[in-house]
């Protein structure tokens, strides 16, 4: 599970609320020293390297095709010590997991879209047991505009590449299941997820037992790229975010 700092699924889009920054979040120098342990590491050929604030610290982070991996910069330790080792262990995400990306800016009321870049937001989902996923946020803080641009371009680049992911979507809620709360959820729930990972989508609201089968039947389909029959008995939307494997 990646951590860094996490925040409301809908956080780093574009809003009318102020977001403040992050203490000590400061422009960080691109040039990073080798460090051969990390770059071992690393099995696959690095597409880009830079530094980032993860969470309350400098990290050191190493993109692949595959994955996104970090570690807290250390301080020289002495030869021979070790404890820096087992202190700081390597994070990762793999970026099948990730499903959006988003530059995060402090926003205000006066300039919803134009606020001052702090950094990068990832929007991840992952599988927590069966049928259930979880989604979460990590942010990659950099004031640098170009740094963030060359990253945010090359994540946008490696997502779009995931040619199996809907960008349409026929959605058929029942508003009958989880005591007759079901449309809120989708709403409140689901349909914030699917507009970040910027699927588009048809919904309509079933009337009568047997409907979504009868529109199933009638519906032109060609349009879209999968259908989803959505009964939510639960707060979870594992019904929806599978799509996205």
């Known amino acids: 599970m990646p951590r860094g700092r996490r925040q409301g699924r809908v956080s780093a889009l574009e809003s009318g609320l102020a977001e403040e920054a992050p203490p000590g979040a400061t422009a960080l120098p691109l040039a990073l020293s080798q460090s051969p342990q990390q770059i071992e590491a690393t099995d696959e050929p690095v597409l880009l390297r830079g530094i980032f604030e993860i969470g309350r610290g400098s990290c050191d982070v190493v993109l692949s095709e595959r994955?996104?991996?970090?570690?807290?910069?250390?301080?020289?330790?002495?030869?021979?010590?070790?404890?820096?080792d087992l202190r700081y262990k390597e994070e990762s995400v793999e970026l099948k997991d990730i499903f959006s990306v988003k530059l995060k800016r402090r926003c205000s009321a006066k300039q919803p879209r134009s606020g001052t870049l702090l950094g990068i937001t990832l929007f991840i989902c992952l599988k927590k047991e069966q049928n259930k996923l979880k989604n979460s946020t990590l942010d990659l803080i950099n004031l640098s505009e170009d740094h963030c641009d060359i990253w945010f371009r090359q994540f946008k680049k490696i997502l779009a590449g995931f040619s199996n992911r809907p960008k349409s979507l026929k959605i058929l809620l029942n508003p009958q299941s989880h005591k007759k709360e079901a449309t809120q959820v989708y709403y409140d729930k689901v349909e914030p997820l699917l507009k970040i990972a910027g699927i588009k989508t048809d919904v309509t609201i079933t009337e009568y037992k047997g409907h979504a089968l009868?529109?199933?039947?009638?519906?032109?389909?060609?349009?879209?790229?999968?259908?989803?029959?959505?009964?939510?008995?639960?707060?979870?939307?594992?019904?929806?975010?599978?799509?996205f494997c």
Not at 68 to 74: E, G, M, R, Y
């Open 67 to 84: 994955a996104l991996k970090w570690w807290p910069i250390q301080p020289e330790r002495p030869a021979g010590d070790s404890k820096f």
């Open 214 to 243: 009868s529109l199933l039947k009638e519906c032109e389909l060609q349009g879209f790229d999968g259908y989803v029959i959505l009964l939510i008995y639960t707060y979870h939307i594992a019904y929806v975010i599978p799509c």
